[in-house]
C-alpha cells in the first residue's frame, strides 16, 4: 500500500466512527431520514456561503451549510407541529424544496464556478488526501483527516458530556420532562452535532456514503445488542470494517470507494438482519412458527376439554369433522394431533379425539399462567 | 395570455416536456395520496435511489438505451428495494426510517459502483445515464410519453379496481385483517403501484427529487379535505398545475431546470395550502382558537 492508499483508508475509517457516534441515537430516535434531509439540504448553505464570498475554499461555506442542516431541521420540527403532516411527509417536503433552490441557484448564477453538483453529492474521497494541510511549507497530512479528527472529538466530548440527557430523552420523553430535561434543547444540540458530522463527512465523502455511515452501521448493531453503550461500540467497530474492506474491493475493482463502502454496508446490514441470534428474520421467523404450534396445540387441549364426554363430543371432537369446528386446514390439523400425541397429552379412541390427565393439567397451567400475568400485568 | 399561447402553439418541445411533466405530475399526486396517509413518504426517495442500479445494469447489460429497458431495470431493483423495506420493517425491531436510509445508500452504492464500471468500457456511450440522476425533462420524447402513459394508467386502474380494499387496508388495517381481506397481497400491490408512480418520473424530475412528487401534493390536497377521493383528485391536479407551470417558467428563463422548478412550485402549493386552506389551515385555525377559549372561560365564569 502507498502512503496515499494508507492516508485515503485513515481517513475512510475517522468518517466511519465519526458518523457512527451521532447516527446510534439518530436511529435510536428513529430520525434516520434527517441525515437524509440534510446531508442533501447543505448544498443550499454551500452555494449561499459561495454566493457570499465567491471562494469555493472559504471556510464560511462550511460554517453555511451546518447552518442549513439546523436550519433544515427546524422547518421540518415546525411542519411537523402542523396536525394534518406526519413527521415522515414533513421531512419529504422540507429537504427537496431547499435542495431544488440550490440546484436552480447553481444552474443560473453559477455555472462557471466549478461547483459541479455531480461532485458535491457523489464527492470521492479519492481526492481526500490531495487537500492537504501546509504551514510555512511543511506539509502537516491531509487537511480531512485533521477536520475529521475535530469533529470526532467534538461528538465524544458531546456524547460523553450530556450521555445521560441523551438517553433519557432518547427512551423517555416523559421522564426527561419530569426531571427537566429540555428535550428541545437536547434535540437541537443533538441534531447540530448531526449537521457538522454531515458537513464534514460531506465534504470528504460525499453525501451517500455519509447517509450509509451514519444510517447502516448503528442500525446493525441494533439488530445485535439492546446495550446503548455496547450498541455504540458495534457500530463504530461495524464502520471502520465496512470501510476497510469496502476500499480493499473498491482497490481491487478500479471501482467508486464510496459506492463499494456503502454497498458493503448495506451487505453487512443484510446478512445480519437475515441471522442475527434473537432479532434477525430467520429466527423470528422460527419463534413465530413455534409459538404458533405452541399456540394451536393448546387451542385443541381446549377444544377437547370443553366438548369431551358431552352430547356433541361425537362430532366436535371426531377425526372426520373436528377441523369443521377448529376452522383449521386437514394437513396442519394431522400435524398438531401429532405433535399432541407424541408428548402423551390426547389420544384416539374409536376416532374420538380424548384428552389425557397429562394433558388434561398442561392446559389447566398454561391457561392459569396466562391468568397470572395479566393479573400482574394490571 | 396570447403570449403564453403563442409560446405552445410554437414550441413541439415545450408541448411534450409540458404533457410529459403534467401526467408524472397527476399520477404521482395519485398516488403520493396513499403513501402519505400510509406514513410512506419518504418511500419516494428510497425507491427513486434504489432504481439507480437497475438503470445501469440493464444498460450494462443490453447496452439498450431506449427509455422502455431503462423503465424496466429502474422497476426491479426499485421494487426489490420496497419488499426488502417492507420485509425488514414488519420481521426485525428495525425501523421504517432506519430501513429506508440502509437500502437507499446501498442500492446506490451499487449503482455507483456498476456506472464507475460502464465508464471505463471503452467506446460505450454512457450518456444518458446520468439523466435518471437528476432527471432532464427536455429530453422527453413523445414515444417516452406515450411509455409513461401506458404505466401510469395502469397504475391508477389498479387503485381504482382496487379502491375499496385499499381505503380498508391504508385506514383501518387490522379490521380488514379480520374482514378476511388478504392484506399482504393488498400491502404488496399497492406498494408495488407506488413503485410504478416513482420510476415514471424518474426521467423528468430525477431521482432526489422525485420523492417531493409523492409528497407535496397529496400533503397540499390533505389540508383541503378529509375524503379521500377527493384529495387524490386535488393532489392530481395541484401535481398537474405544478408541472405545467414549472415547465413553463424553466422554458422562459435560460438555464432554469425543469424539476428543481416543478418542485419549487409545487412546494409552494404545499405551504400555501398549509397556511389558508379552509378548517385545516394555520390562519384559520388561528383566528378561531382564541373564540373558543374565550367562549370557555364565559361557560366557567357563569356556572
Avoid at chain 1, 451549510?65 to 406526519?86: H, M, P, R, S, Y
Wanted: proline fraction near 3%; glycine fraction near 8%; charged fraction near 15%.
Amino acid at each position: 500500500m502507498s502512503i496515499i492508499q494508507i492516508e485515503t483508508l485513515s481517513i475512510a475509517i475517522l468518517v466511519a466512527i465519526t458518523c457512527s457516534l451521532p447516527g446510534t441515537f439518530l436511529v435510536l430516535r428513529q430520525m434516520s431520514m434527517m441525515a437524509d434531509a440534510i446531508s442533501h439540504t447543505i448544498l443550499l448553505g454551500i452555494i449561499l456561503g459561495f454566493f457570499i464570498v465567491h471562494d469555493v475554499n472559504h471556510p464560511l461555506l462550511i460554517i453555511g451549510a451546518a447552518l442549513i442542516g439546523v436550519v433544515t431541521v427546524f422547518i421540518t420540527e415546525l411542519l411537523n407541529k402542523i396536525d394534518l403532516i406526519k413527521e415522515d411527509a414533513s421531512i419529504g417536503l422540507t429537504f427537496p424544496f431547499l435542495f431544488s433552490i440550490a440546484i436552480v441557484l447553481i444552474s443560473y448564477y453559477a455555472r462557471n464556478a466549478h461547483i459541479g453538483v455531480h461532485a458535491v453529492l457523489l464527492g470521492e474521497i479519492v481526492f481526500a488526501p490531495f487537500n492537504r494541510l501546509m504551514i510555512n511549507g511543511i506539509d502537516f497530512g491531509p487537511k480531512a483527516l485533521y477536520i475529521m479528527g475535530t469533529i470526532l472529538i467534538i461528538n465524544l466530548v458531546y456524547i460523553i458530556v450530556f450521555y445521560k440527557e441523551l438517553k433519557i430523552v432518547t427512551f423517555d420523553k416523559g421522564l426527561a420532562a419530569v426531571l427537566g430535561i429540555s428535550p428541545v434543547i437536547i434535540h437541537y444540540s443533538f441534531m447540530s452535532i448531526v449537521s457538522i458530522t454531515c458537513v464534514g463527512a460531506f465534504d470528504t465523502v460525499g453525501s451517500i456514503l455519509v447517509i450509509a455511515l451514519i444510517i447502516g452501521p448503528p442500525a446493525t448493531a441494533y439488530l445485535l445488542t439492546n446495550n446503548l453503550k455496547v450498541m455504540i461500540g458495534l457500530s463504530a467497530l461495524f464502520g471502520s470494517i465496512s470501510a476497510t474492506v469496502g476500499y480493499a474491493i473498491a482497490l481491487w475493482l478500479d471501482s467508486s470507494i464510496a459506492g463499494c463502502i456503502a454497498a458493503v454496508i448495506g451487505f453487512v446490514f443484510i446478512v445480519t438482519f437475515i441471522l442475527a441470534p434473537k432479532k434477525g428474520l430467520l429466527s423470528t421467523q422460527l419463534q413465530r412458527h413455534s409459538k404458533k404450534l405452541e399456540f394451536s396445540r393448546l387451542a385443541l387441549l381446549i377444544h377437547i376439554i370443553n366438548h369431551g364426554d358431552s352430547k356433541e363430543e361425537k362430532e366436535e371432537c371426531s377425526l372426520n369433522s373436528i377441523h369443521n369446528h377448529l376452522h383449521w386446514n386437514k394437513s396442519f390439523l394431522e400435524r398438531i394431533i401429532d405433535s399432541a400425541k407424541r408428548d402423551n397429552y390426547i389420544f384416539v379412541d374409536k376416532d374420538i379425539l380424548k384428552i389425557t390427565e397429562k394433558g388434561k393439567s398442561y392446559a389447566v397451567n398454561y391457561h392459569q399462567n396466562i391468568l397470572d400475568r395479566i393479573s400482574v400485568d394490571n | 395570455m396570447l403570449s403564453l399561447y403563442e409560446l405552445f402553439a410554437n414550441d413541439y418541445t415545450l408541448r411534450v416536456v409540458a404533457l410529459g411533466s403534467a401526467i408524472l405530475s397527476i399520477i404521482s399526486g395519485a398516488l403520493g395520496t396513499y403513501a402519505v396517509l400510509r406514513k410512506q413518504s419518504l418511500l419516494g426517495d428510497a425507491v427513486s435511489h434504489a432504481a439507480f442500479p437497475g438503470i445501469c445494469l440493464v444498460f450494462l447489460l443490453t447496452g439498450l438505451k431506449n427509455t422502455e429497458s431503462f423503465l424496466f431495470g429502474a422497476f426491479i431493483s426499485g421494487w426489490i428495494a420496497a419488499i426488502l423495506i417492507r420485509t425488514c420493517v414488519n420481521n426485525t425491531p428495525i425501523k421504517l426510517d432506519s430501513a429506508l436510509g440502509i437500502i437507499l445508500s446501498s442500492f446506490f452504492g451499487v449503482g455507483l459502483i456498476i456506472i464507475t464500471y460502464i465508464q471505463k468500457i471503452p467506446n460505450s456511450n454512457q450518456a444518458g445515464l446520468d439523466k435518471f440522476i437528476f432527471g432532464q425533462a427536455s429530453t422527453l420524447l413523445i414515444e417516452d410519453i406515450k411509455i409513461m402513459t401506458l404505466l401510469g394508467a395502469a397504475a391508477v386502474f389498479i387503485v381504482i379496481v382496487f379502491w375499496k380494499e385499499f381505503k380498508l387496508f391504508c385506514f383501518d388495517k387490522e379490521f380488514g385483517n379480520t374482514m378476511g381481506f388478504p392484506i399482504k397481497v393488498l400491502d404488496i400491490l399497492l406498494t408495488t403501484t407506488i413503485v410504478i408512480a416513482i420510476i415514471i418520473g424518474l426521467q423528468t424530475v430525477g431521482v432526489i427529487l422525485m420523492s417531493v412528487m409523492l409528497v407535496a401534493p397529496a400533503t397540499a390536497a390533505r389540508q383541503w379535505t378529509d375524503k379521500l377521493w377527493l384529495m387524490m383528485i386535488i393532489a392530481s391536479v395541484f401535481g398537474a398545475i405544478s408541472g405545467v407551470s414549472g415547465t413553463i417558467i424553466s422554458s422562459l428563463a435560460k438555464n432554469i431546470p425543469t424539476g428543481p422548478m416543478i418542485v419549487i412550485i409545487i412546494s409552494m402549493i404545499t405551504f400555501i395550502s398549509i397556511i389558508f386552506a379552509p378548517k385545516n389551515g394555520l390562519l384559520w385555525k388561528n383566528i378561531r382558537r382564541p373564540l373558543k377559549t374565550d367562549s370557555n372561560i364565559r361557560l366557567k365564569g357563569g356556572s
